[in-house]
């Protein structure tokens, strides 16, 4: 027992001596208001991080040019190179500070000092000043999207009295917040803060306007990025602003901060986590309209060890068991060959494997036999249907606003792209370029579906960007990178597709305009159509518009890739690695960022082949898990040490009662054994799919779909007509396994081999010949009580 | 046996029987007179303190604080809007001419007109706090009132204890949740919802019984073997969703079994005038299935005036589309909820049922104090009105001010948390009760130190 504990622990953790280092590791001090605060940060046994900022000494190689503080931090004195060291538990560490102009004439910025004082004292909330209509008649912008309208409400409206050039000190600015006169949003600052300096001082200095010259923000660094923590351990982040001149600087102080995950970690104002749980936590960072965030981790406490015998067959299983490691987590023992079986054709093509699908290959005994039937899986017609449905719900296919043969002709261009295996670039591509008529080309008619621009932008950048635009719409996203120029740079790019009438009344003709714009609803004129963070296209090109789009989409884009990465992972894995699995924007991080990366590098190097993505997930020895936990993971609903249990899709589940029933589903206007995954709309009358769950397709959002069980699909599976018809059939399955006159306990055998992939344990089997010997009087009422039995258990509902 | 048609009477603690509790629910229609009635109840088969019900009617979009029940006629044309105010039956009170029923009855409702949030100024983030008292954030999601109600109490009777009408809130703009749900409580405590429009001429809880080809001897038997089959297989047990089948399973053939229970949801029992009265609209219907609901026993009913603010009439008078315009009030919205809530508050009162019911409508926030350049007005959290009455809540009163002009409250502001407070205070719910959050942590029902409105206690 002690040995197993010990190569346990030697897996997981790396014993080394403690060591002590400051962070940042580099600190210049570039002007003379610069200031930095440093943090002590020891690798414990283990390796876990301790923040010993408020416990070290501090001191300084040469006070006169840097001095420190008893807390870290530093501030400049005069030009010059010093040396800062922490000093605790006989531990030491150094880090050389550079100072730059200490002496030379500085102003405070209004861009870059000014305004992240309003933003982190709440003056531009929502709820204040930012609020649309402004508050008591002084209105800025919502956390400061606008410089240039913030300084003239601040300079040159209410008669100047809100900055008073004469008497600085008599500003409204600094009375109001400061409370010496009655101000409604109360106290913001005390006249003892930097935060009053700042203002008074910049006012002072005849508080000079924001200037193109003024540096911009490029990005952010946070300290520590990762780290592993005791529980109810605390921990200080600190975050640099780097600047296109160059430049970095410590802007803690007004960053916002919040916690991803409130019961693993939580966080202040000023950047101090508090450990309250096991797991692991982003601690999200805004500033300036940069976002980042940074990981903190808690391992899981393990009483009792478990040996693993997880043997990892590609570089999923490698990344997947490092973030076991780090949390203390040991995977569960792969799944058995039934369950695979089941998990496999239900996640790959939406069916059950027959009977004798099963048998043959619990009856294989080549080693391989997974890898061939995930290869063959991949290429059936079942597997089409499925992926086809699946990008359906995605471009929200639907007769509600394609008349039906243009919905057809959408429908069918998706399901003849899976079907070829289009690789993912290319599909979006034969989207976004392509026109003439929507009946000849089924794709174009995503902008027959789209007519309005900003629905255009916004479904977008959620289907193939996992990106939420909207509330950029109005204003910039308030926790998010997207301001509403680039909302609507962006869309200008959807602002000259043209639509007519084509031949018929179903079809259309799509083509680029080489006119039209959308304007910015603030500037009240169009802006240069540029897509996020991409190259902007001169607004008086006669390019088409969508073109460079397509090429900005789909070479070399993260969001891009992540995006299609995470929803077909989240269809094996029963989770996003970024969850939800449409939200991949910058402030909600991936549970596995290095396995994430990974993934979504392998796709790329592989042409974006969707079959390739697939086929590596599903080949991988942590997808092939056991759902059954084990005495570490029970916890774990986030790290795929286990499989992750779920409800099947509500097609899957209806089509998987008509395969065992034998007995298809009748759907009105479509023919006879059409199963629920190719009906090309969602519109088709059926209670079974609405209680189950069935998205609308009306908005590209992942929650349209629910798999929440409910009493309404109680009562539906009991007493509704769905199920209970296909039981009673004389033309199904129950009928015809009562012609055969077959033996109870081949009956049995195969009613478990069709409806959960293996055959009953003699104990079930000798439970249900008891029970059907209770049903004597009638044979066929007793096999339908019992099929009803089995296709109602948590092992036929559930995918495990 | 499992009987369809079991109707044995509950005895309760004080000894009157369930049987007799739902007779006099249904008073009117047996012809008992009002006198009797008040007999009934101080022989406590009624008991108004213990037992409080409550029904909230989520009036999505956002009613315009100045255009419903916080006029200012004095204000200048901009801000005062298009309509004029009316008396009510409480002197001293007006409100807007656009509820002229309403004015008949404000003696059974309160006003509070100084609410505000300080979140922002989207839908989603109002319906958030005035479902569960909080905005949701680190990735918590608070559970909604009646969810709590659910956890803290269960169910009274063969009827959930919390129900959802018609349908949850559908897309605000924002993509957040909207609080409907149980959140950290475990789907187990989400609302049953209704997922039907009972304006619908065929109206009914789909497959609430079994069908003539099954008899209940079969349903009961299906019943034992699939838990049978289940108990044989051990890999769920540690699930959460799997549980929660079960229970969803088990909830369904309660509600089968119980006439009772099912004739709660059959609003074709109630006469047409009845039914007129209310509205032969979703939310009118809704009003009306809420009152049955509670006589039968449920605890804890939201009514979802509108499923979403876009492409529909609502509350959300931003006057250009795809939102609605300011005249809406007049025309629909306003007659649509004035004829609905009135009907719920004297019908309500004629049975008996006000004394320990609860109504409150809210909105998510006001709306801005001037009218935009398209004839509208926009989202405004600083201030608005909500109402509040029944159960231990005063009638006829108005907590609170704005402003001169709508913008900010001027008396008394509230929060949603203090809204919060004052449902579970009248609910009976201790505000130091602590409920199970994410990890074990334990959160209040309400912050500590979140007082109720107190002045709205009789």
Same mark, same amino acid.
């Given at each position: 027992?002690?040995?197993?504990?010990?190569?346990?622990?030697?897996?997981?953790?790396?014993?080394?001596?403690?060591?002590?280092?400051?962070?940042?590791?580099?600190?210049?001090?570039?002007?003379?208001?610069?200031?930095?605060?440093?943090?002590?940060?020891?690798?414990?046994?283990?390796?876990?991080?301790?923040?010993?900022?408020?416990?070290?000494?501090?001191?300084?190689?040469?006070?006169?040019?840097?001095?420190?503080?008893?807390?870290?931090?530093?501030?400049?004195?005069?030009?010059?190179?010093?040396?800062?060291?922490?000093?605790?538990?006989?531990?030491?560490?150094?880090?050389?500070? &550079?100072?730059?102009?200490?002496?030379?004439?500085?102003?405070?910025?209004?861009?870059?000092?000014?305004?992240?004082?309003?933003?982190?004292?709440?003056?531009?909330?929502?709820?204040?000043?930012?609020?649309?209509?402004?508050?008591?008649?002084?209105?800025?912008?919502?956390?400061?999207?606008?410089?240039?309208?913030?300084?003239?409400?601040?300079?040159?409206?209410?008669?100047?009295?809100?900055?008073?050039?004469?008497?600085?000190?008599?500003?409204?600015?600094?009375?109001?917040?400061?409370?010496?006169?009655?101000?409604?949003?109360?106290?913001?600052?005390?006249?003892?803060?930097?935060?009053?300096?700042?203002?008074?001082?910049?006012?002072?200095?005849?508080?000079?306007?924001?200037?193109?010259?003024?540096?911009?923000?490029?990005?952010?660094?946070?300290?520590?990025?990762?780290?592993?923590?005791?529980?109810?351990?605390?921990?200080?982040?600190?975050?640099?602003?780097?600047?296109?001149?160059?430049?970095?600087?410590?802007?803690?102080?007004?960053?916002?901060?919040?916690?991803?995950?409130?019961?693993?970690?939580?966080?202040?104002?000023?950047?101090?986590?508090?450990?309250?749980?096991?797991?692991?936590?982003?601690?999200?960072?805004?500033?300036?309209?940069?976002?980042?965030?940074?990981?903190?981790?808690?391992?899981?406490?393990?009483?009792?060890?478990?040996?693993?015998?997880?043997?990892?067959?590609?570089?999923?299983?490698?990344?997947?068991?490092?973030?076991?490691?780090?949390?203390?987590?040991?995977?569960?023992?792969?799944?058995?060959?039934?369950?695979?079986?089941?998990?496999?054709?239900?996640?790959?093509?939406?069916?059950?494997?027959?009977?004798?699908?099963?048998?043959?290959?619990?009856?294989?005994?080549?080693?391989?036999?997974?890898?061939?039937?995930?290869?063959?899986?991949?290429?059936?017609?079942?597997?089409?249907?499925?992926?086809?449905?699946?990008?359906?719900?995605?471009?929200?296919?639907?007769?509600?606003?394609?008349?039906?043969?243009?919905?057809?002709?959408?429908?069918?261009?998706? &399901?003849?792209?899976?079907?070829?295996?289009?690789?993912?670039?290319?599909?979006?591509?034969?989207?976004?370029?392509?026109?003439?008529?929507?009946?000849?080309?089924?794709? %174009?008619?995503?902008?027959?579906?789209?007519?309005?621009?900003?629905?255009?932008?916004?479904?977008?950048?959620?289907?193939?960007?996992?990106?939420?635009?909207?509330?950029?719409?109005?204003?910039?996203?308030?926790?998010?990178?997207?301001?509403?120029?680039?909302?609507?740079?962006?869309?200008?790019?959807?602002?000259?597709?043209?639509?007519?009438?084509?031949?018929?009344?179903?079809?259309?003709?799509?083509?680029?305009?080489?006119?039209?714009?959308?304007?910015?609803?603030?500037?009240?004129?169009?802006?240069?159509?540029?897509?996020?963070?991409?190259?902007?296209?001169?607004?008086?090109?006669?390019?088409? &518009?969508?073109?460079?789009?397509?090429?900005?989409?789909?070479?070399?884009?993260?969001?891009?890739?992540?995006?299609?990465?995470?929803?077909?992972?989240?269809?094996?894995?029963?989770?996003?690695?970024?969850?939800?699995?449409?939200?991949?924007?910058?402030?909600?991080?991936?549970?596995?960022?290095?396995?994430?990366?990974?993934?979504?590098?392998?796709?790329?190097?592989?042409?974006?082949?969707?079959?390739? %993505?697939?086929?590596?997930?599903?080949?991988?020895?942590?997808?092939?898990?056991?759902?059954?936990?084990?005495?570490?993971?029970?916890?774990?609903?986030?790290?795929?040490?286990?499989?992750?249990?779920?409800?099947?899709?509500?097609?899957?589940?209806?089509?998987?009662?008509?395969?065992?029933?034998?007995?298809?589903?009748?759907?009105?206007?479509?023919?006879?054994?059409?199963?629920?995954?190719?009906?090309?709309?969602?519109?088709?009358?059926?209670?079974?799919?609405?209680?189950?769950?069935?998205?609308? &397709?009306?908005?590209?959002?992942?929650?349209?779909?629910?798999?929440?069980?409910?009493?309404?699909?109680?009562?539906?599976?009991?007493?509704?007509?769905?199920?209970?018809?296909?039981?009673?059939?004389?033309?199904?399955?129950?009928?015809?396994?009562?012609?055969?006159?077959?033996?109870?306990?081949?009956?049995?055998?195969?009613?478990?081999?069709?409806?959960?992939?293996?055959?009953?344990?003699?104990?079930?089997?000798?439970?249900?010949?008891?029970?059907?010997?209770?049903?004597?009087?009638?044979?066929?009422?007793?096999?339908?009580?019992?099929?009803?039995?089995?296709?109602?258990?948590?092992?036929?509902?559930?995918?495990? | 046996?499992?009987?369809?048609?079991?109707?044995?009477?509950?005895?309760?603690?004080?000894?009157?029987?369930?049987?007799?509790?739902?007779?006099?629910?249904?008073?009117?229609?047996?012809?008992?007179?009002?006198?009797?009635?008040?007999?009934?109840?101080?022989?406590?088969?009624?008991?108004?303190?213990?037992?409080?019900?409550?029904?909230?009617?989520?009036?999505?979009?956002?009613?315009?604080?100045?255009?419903?029940?916080?006029?200012?006629?004095?204000?200048?044309?901009?801000?005062?809007?298009?309509?004029?105010?009316?008396?009510?039956?409480?002197?001293?009170?007006?409100?807007?001419?656009?509820?002229?029923?309403?004015?008949?009855?404000?003696?059974?409702?309160?006003?509070?007109?100084?609410?505000?949030?300080?979140?922002?100024?989207?839908?989603?983030?109002?319906?958030?706090?005035?479902?569960?008292?909080? /905005?949701?954030?680190?990735?918590?999601?608070?559970?909604?009132?009646?969810?709590?109600?659910?956890?803290?109490?269960?169910?009274?009777?063969?009827?959930?204890?919390?129900? /959802?009408?018609?349908?949850?809130?559908?897309?605000?703009?924002?993509?957040?949740?909207?609080?409907?749900?149980?959140?950290?409580?475990?789907?187990?405590?989400?609302?049953?919802?209704?997922?039907?429009?009972?304006?619908?001429?065929?109206?009914?809880?789909?497959?609430?019984?079994?069908?003539?080809?099954?008899?209940?001897?079969?349903?009961?038997?299906?019943?034992?073997?699939?838990?049978?089959?289940?108990?044989?297989?051990?890999?769920?047990?540690?699930?959460?969703?799997?549980?929660?089948?079960?229970?969803?399973?088990?909830?369904?053939?309660?509600?089968?079994?119980?006439?009772?229970?099912?004739?709660?949801?059959?609003?074709?029992?109630?006469?047409?005038?009845?039914?007129?009265?209310?509205?032969?609209?979703?939310?009118?219907?809704?009003?009306?299935?809420?009152?049955?609901?509670?006589?039968?026993?449920?605890?804890?009913?939201?009514?979802?005036?509108?499923?979403?603010?876009?492409?529909?009439?609502?509350?959300?008078?931003?006057?250009?589309?795809?939102?609605?315009?300011?005249?809406?009030?007049?025309?629909?919205?306003?007659?649509?909820?004035?004829?609905?809530?009135?009907?719920?508050?004297?019908?309500?009162?004629?049975?008996?049922?006000?004394?320990?019911?609860?109504?409150?409508?809210?909105?998510?926030?006001?709306?801005?104090?001037?009218?935009?350049?398209?004839?509208?007005?926009?989202?405004?959290?600083?201030?608005?009105?909500?109402?509040?009455?029944?159960?231990?809540?005063?009638?006829?009163?108005?907590?609170?001010?704005?402003?001169?002009?709508?913008?900010?409250?001027?008396?008394?502001?509230?929060?949603?948390?203090?809204?919060?407070?004052?449902?579970?205070?009248?609910?009976?719910?201790?505000?130091?009760?602590?409920?199970?959050?994410?990890?074990?942590?334990?959160?209040?029902?309400?912050?500590?130190?979140?007082?109720?409105?107190?002045?709205?206690?009789?």
């Amino acid at each position: 027992m002690r040995l197993i504990l010990l190569l346990c622990c030697t897996a997981a953790l790396l014993p080394a001596a403690p060591s002590l280092s400051i962070l940042p590791k580099e600190v210049t001090l570039a002007t003379p208001e610069s200031r930095q605060q440093l943090l002590a940060e020891a690798l414990l046994d283990g390796g876990v991080h301790s923040d010993w900022t408020r416990h070290a000494a501090w001191s300084s190689s040469n006070p006169a040019i840097a001095a420190v503080s008893l807390s870290g931090l530093v501030t400049p004195k005069a030009d010059g190179e010093a040396t800062i060291t922490a000093r605790h538990n006989n531990l030491s560490a150094s880090v050389t500070v &550079r100072v730059r102009n200490a002496a030379a004439p500085f102003t405070w910025s209004f861009k870059n000092h000014v305004m992240p004082v309003l933003t982190k004292t709440g003056c531009n909330q929502g709820a204040c000043h930012g609020a649309l209509a402004g508050k008591n008649g002084f209105k800025l912008t919502l956390r400061g999207y606008d410089p240039e309208l913030d300084y003239d409400a601040l300079t040159r409206q209410s008669a100047s009295r809100r900055v008073n050039l004469a008497e600085p000190a008599r500003s409204l600015l600094l009375l109001k917040p400061t409370f010496a006169i009655p101000h409604m949003g109360g106290l913001r600052f005390k006249t003892d803060t930097r935060e009053y300096r700042v203002l008074a001082e910049w006012i002072a200095a005849g508080a000079p306007p924001p200037a193109e010259k003024d540096p911009e923000v490029t990005g952010l660094e946070v300290y520590p990025p990762a780290s592993i923590l005791a529980p109810n351990a605390t921990q200080q982040l600190i975050v640099r602003a780097r600047y296109s001149d160059g430049r970095s600087e410590d802007v803690t102080n007004w960053v916002k901060f919040s916690s991803a995950n409130e019961g693993v970690a939580t966080v202040d104002d000023s950047g101090l986590v508090k450990l309250t749980g096991h797991g692991e936590s982003a601690i999200t960072l805004w500033y300036a309209s940069k976002v980042l965030y940074a990981r903190v981790t808690v391992p899981f406490i393990n009483q009792t060890p478990v040996i693993s015998d997880f043997r990892p067959r590609n570089f999923i299983d490698n990344l997947a068991s490092a973030k076991w490691q780090s949390l203390n987590l040991t995977p569960s023992k792969v799944a058995d060959d039934s369950t695979f079986l089941r998990r496999a054709y239900l996640d790959a093509a939406g069916i059950l494997p027959t009977a004798g699908e099963v048998e043959a290959f619990l009856a294989d005994p080549a080693p391989d036999k997974r890898a061939k039937v995930i290869d063959q899986l991949l290429n059936r017609d079942e597997y089409a249907d499925y992926w086809a449905y699946k990008f359906s719900d995605l471009l929200l296919v639907s007769s509600r606003k394609l008349r039906t043969p243009a919905m057809w002709a959408f429908y069918n261009w998706i &399901r003849d792209s899976v079907q070829a295996n289009k690789p993912w670039d290319q599909f979006a591509r034969d989207i976004f370029t392509g026109a003439g008529s929507t009946r000849q080309n089924g794709a %174009l008619n995503y902008f027959v579906l789209h007519k309005d621009t900003i629905e255009m932008a916004e479904n977008v950048t959620q289907a193939f960007l996992g990106q939420r635009l909207t509330c950029a719409r109005c204003h910039n996203h308030p926790m998010e990178k997207w301001t509403q120029r680039q909302y609507y740079q962006f869309a200008n790019l959807f602002a000259r597709v043209g639509i007519k009438n084509g031949s018929t009344a179903a079809d259309n003709v799509v083509f680029a305009k080489n006119s039209g714009d959308i304007n910015h609803p603030r500037l009240l004129r169009p802006l240069s159509p540029t897509p996020l963070d991409g190259q902007p296209m001169p607004l008086d090109s006669t390019a088409d &518009r969508r073109v460079h789009f397509a090429n900005w989409l789909t070479k070399d884009n993260d969001y891009f890739t992540r995006n299609i990465v995470n929803r077909v992972w989240a269809n094996f894995l029963g989770r996003g690695i970024v969850h939800p699995y449409d939200d991949v924007r910058a402030t909600n991080p991936a549970s596995n960022e290095e396995l994430f990366a990974a993934v979504a590098a392998d796709f790329v190097k592989h042409g974006y082949d969707l079959k390739h %993505l697939m086929r590596t997930i599903m080949n991988s020895a942590t997808y092939q898990l056991s759902s059954e936990s084990n005495a570490t993971n029970q916890a774990d609903n986030v790290f795929y040490s286990k499989y992750i249990i779920k409800r099947l899709p509500a097609e899957v589940l209806l089509d998987a009662m008509s395969q065992v029933t034998g007995v298809p589903t009748a759907f009105g206007g479509y023919p006879a054994g059409t199963r629920a995954l190719q009906l090309p709309d969602v519109r088709v009358q059926s209670q079974f799919l609405t209680s189950f769950g069935r998205p609308e &397709r009306i908005l590209c959002d992942a929650a349209e779909r629910s798999s929440d069980p409910s009493i309404s699909q109680a009562l539906h599976v009991i007493n509704g007509d769905t199920l209970n018809k296909k039981l009673a059939d004389p033309q199904g399955n129950i009928a015809l396994l009562l012609k055969l006159g077959l033996s109870e306990k081949k009956v049995l055998e195969h009613l478990y081999l069709t409806a959960y992939s293996r055959p009953p344990r003699p104990d079930e089997t000798a439970q249900l010949n008891k029970l059907l010997a209770d049903a004597k009087e009638s044979r066929q009422e007793g096999l339908e009580d019992l099929v009803w039995s089995l296709l109602t258990s948590k092992e036929f509902l559930f995918n495990y | 046996m499992f009987r369809l048609d079991a109707d044995l009477p509950v005895e309760f603690c004080d000894g009157t029987r369930r049987r007799d509790f739902l007779h006099a629910g249904v008073l009117s229609t047996l012809g008992l007179g009002l006198s009797q009635f008040a007999g009934l109840k101080a022989h406590g088969a009624v008991d108004p303190k213990k037992d409080v019900n409550c029904i909230l009617l989520m009036l999505v979009g956002g009613p315009s604080q100045l255009d419903t029940w916080d006029m200012k006629p004095n204000a200048p044309i901009e801000i005062r809007g298009p309509y004029k105010p009316i008396k009510t039956n409480v002197p001293g009170i007006e409100i807007s001419e656009n509820f002229p029923r309403m004015a008949k009855h404000a003696d059974k409702f309160s006003i509070v007109r100084s609410m505000y949030h300080t979140a922002a100024a989207v839908h989603d983030t109002g319906h958030q706090m005035m479902q569960t008292g909080r /905005l949701f954030q680190g990735g918590v999601e608070h559970p909604h009132f009646g969810c709590v109600v659910g956890k803290l109490r269960g169910p009274k009777g063969d009827v959930p204890p919390n129900i /959802l009408l018609p349908r949850p809130i559908g897309a605000t703009g924002g993509n957040m949740p909207h609080g409907h749900a149980a959140g950290y409580l475990g789907k187990a405590f989400d609302p049953f919802i209704l997922n039907a429009d009972p304006s619908d001429p065929n109206f009914r809880v789909p497959d609430m019984l079994p069908p003539d080809y099954l008899s209940a001897n079969r349903v009961d038997r299906r019943k034992n073997w699939r838990e049978a089959i289940d108990k044989s297989v051990s890999k769920f047990e540690t699930s959460q969703d799997a549980r929660l089948l079960d229970s969803s399973f088990q909830q369904a053939y309660t509600l089968m079994s119980s006439a009772k229970a099912r004739a709660a949801f059959e609003l074709h029992r109630e006469p047409e005038a009845v039914r007129e009265k209310y509205g032969l609209n979703r939310f009118g219907q809704s009003c009306l299935l809420a009152r049955r609901l509670v006589e039968a026993g449920v605890r804890f009913v939201t009514i979802n005036m509108f499923e979403t603010v876009f492409d529909e009439i609502t509350w959300d008078i931003h006057g250009s589309k795809p939102f609605s315009p300011i005249s809406c009030y007049k025309d629909l919205v306003g007659p649509m909820f004035d004829m609905a809530y009135s009907s719920l508050l004297e019908d309500l009162s004629q049975r008996g049922l006000l004394a320990n019911t609860m109504v409150i409508g809210t909105g998510e926030f006001g709306r801005t104090p001037k009218v935009n350049p398209a004839g509208g007005r926009d989202h405004w959290p600083q201030c608005w009105s909500i109402l509040a009455g029944g159960g231990p809540l005063k009638g006829g009163t108005v907590i609170g001010a704005s402003d001169e002009i709508g913008a900010m409250p001027k008396d008394r502001p509230t929060t949603p948390a203090e809204v919060a407070a004052t449902i579970y205070k009248g609910l009976g719910i201790d505000l130091e009760t602590e409920l199970p959050g994410a990890q074990g942590r334990p959160i209040p029902v309400v912050d500590r130190g979140t007082e109720p409105i107190k002045k709205l206690f009789a």
